[in-house]
Nanobody
C-alpha cells in the first residue's frame, strides 16, 4: 500500500511561515507528479501546486500569490511546500498527492496522504 506522509503543520501567526513536507515512496517519487491540495470544512479540496518528476512546477496563482513555493528533494524522496506570509484564510488541512496524469484535478490523483493541519491565528 502506497503511503504519502505529510508533516510540518501546526499553528502559525499571521504573516508567519511554515514548511510542509511529504515523504513519498521512492518508486512513486521518481516517476509521478506530486501535488499539494488543501481543504477546509464544507469546501471541496482545492489545488495549490504541483511539481513534476522532471522538476517543472505549476501553482494556483489565486491561492499562492507569490507566497508559496513547491520543491522536491530527490535525495530524500520528499516534496515540500514552503508557505510564507500566511493568512488566517490559509487555515486548512493540507494534503500531498501523487499522479501520473498531467491534470491538476483532485479526481486525477492516484495517491493521497492523510493530511496535516495548518492553523493560522494570532
Amino acid at each position: 500500500q502506497v503511503q504519502l506522509v505529510e508533516s510540518g503543520g501546526g499553528l502559525a501567526q499571521p504573516g508567519g511561515s511554515l514548511r510542509l513536507s511529504c515523504a513519498v515512496p521512492g518508486h512513486i517519487f521518481s516517476s509521478y507528479n506530486l501535488a499539494w491540495f488543501r481543504q477546509t470544512p464544507g469546501k471541496e479540496r482545492e489545488f495549490i501546486a504541483r511539481i513534476s518528476w522532471t522538476g517543472g512546477s505549476v501553482v494556483d496563482d489565486d491561492i499562492v500569490k507569490g507566497r508559496f513555493t513547491i520543491s522536491r528533494d530527490n535525495a530524500r524522496n520528499t516534496v515540500y511546500l514552503q508557505m510564507n506570509r500566511l493568512k488566517p484564510e490559509d487555515t486548512a488541512v493540507y494534503y500531498c498527492a501523487a499522479s501520473t496524469s498531467p491534470s491538476m484535478s483532485g479526481s486525477s490523483m492516484d495517491y493521497w496522504g492523510k493530511g496535516t493541519l495548518v492553523t493560522v491565528s494570532s
